[in-house]
């Protein structure tokens, strides 16, 4: 079964600071592994995906993310927030059927 | 390129009504999806298509809500009578064929459901 957790509900950084949104996922089959953001009463945009390959994904607007096999993770970061990136972001894993499983998600706000 | 359309955005209405709506998806995409997103939530799908068919609607209420694919473009959601639990936001996706588990799926801009 796929499932996927993000830890932390709500994150708040100043503007400058690093972002870290953390992503747990399990999966009974090779995990294909997605960030989406959110912005108010919009739909969901992909940040970055990881499907095969180079275990360090980058993505638009400066997001990166790392698959760690052993730790079951793919957390977002991004050296400096920037205002806009306030936002609410969606860790998701694929399961065999492509269907999308998303995580409940992870408020950011940036304090300037 | 034109992205996923929704309408209504918003939908108010009272409980027990019939309520209904539209997602036009990319041209091009033959796999299309509803979710269903609370506040707080991520969104949980009810129905995926591949073409007009439902290839995995194990998540739909099927007593109240229906969902149809005519001709494989264009979709209809449905929920009849609406309660008060349905209120949420309704997003379409579609995503470009194969129906393969790493193609991204791009998303509409949902409809908020207001159920009084």
């Known amino acids: 079964a796929q499932s996927v957790t993000q830890l932390g509900s709500h994150v708040s950084v100043s503007e400058g600071a690093l972002v870290l949104l953390r992503c747990n996922y399990s999966?009974?089959?090779?995990?294909?592994l997605f960030w989406y953001v959110q912005y108010p009463n919009q739909g969901l945009q992909l940040l970055l995906k990881?499907?095969?390959?180079?275990?360090l994904v980058k993505g638009i607007n400066g997001f990166e993310a790392e698959f760690k096999k052993s730790e079951t993770s793919f957390h977002l970061t991004k050296p400096s927030a920037h205002m806009s990136d306030a936002a609410e972001y969606f860790c998701a894993v694929s399961g065999p059927r492509a269907q999308f499983y998303f995580g409940t998600g992870t408020s950011l706000t940036v304090i300037p | 390129e034109a992205g996923v359309v929704q309408s209504p955005r918003y939908k108010i209405i009272e409980k027990k009504q019939p309520v209904a709506f539209w997602c036009n998806p990319i041209?091009?995409?033959?796999?299309l999806y509803w979710y269903l997103q609370n506040l707080g939530q991520g969104p949980e799908l009810l129905i995926r298509?591949?073409?007009?068919?439902?290839?995995?609607d194990s998540q739909l209420p099927k007593d109240r809500f229906s969902a149809e694919r005519l001709k494989g473009v264009d979709s209809t959601l449905k929920i009849q009578p609406a309660e008060l639990g349905d209120s949420a936001v309704y997003l379409c996706a579609s995503s470009p064929p194969p129906g393969k588990t790493y193609n991204e799926q791009f998303f509409g801009p949902g409809t908020r459901l207001t159920v009084l």
């Open positions: 041209s091009g995409h033959n796999t």
């Open positions: 990881y499907t095969t390959g180079a275990t």
């Open positions: 298509y591949e073409n007009e068919e439902a290839v995995d």
């Open positions: 999966s009974s089959v090779p995990p294909y």
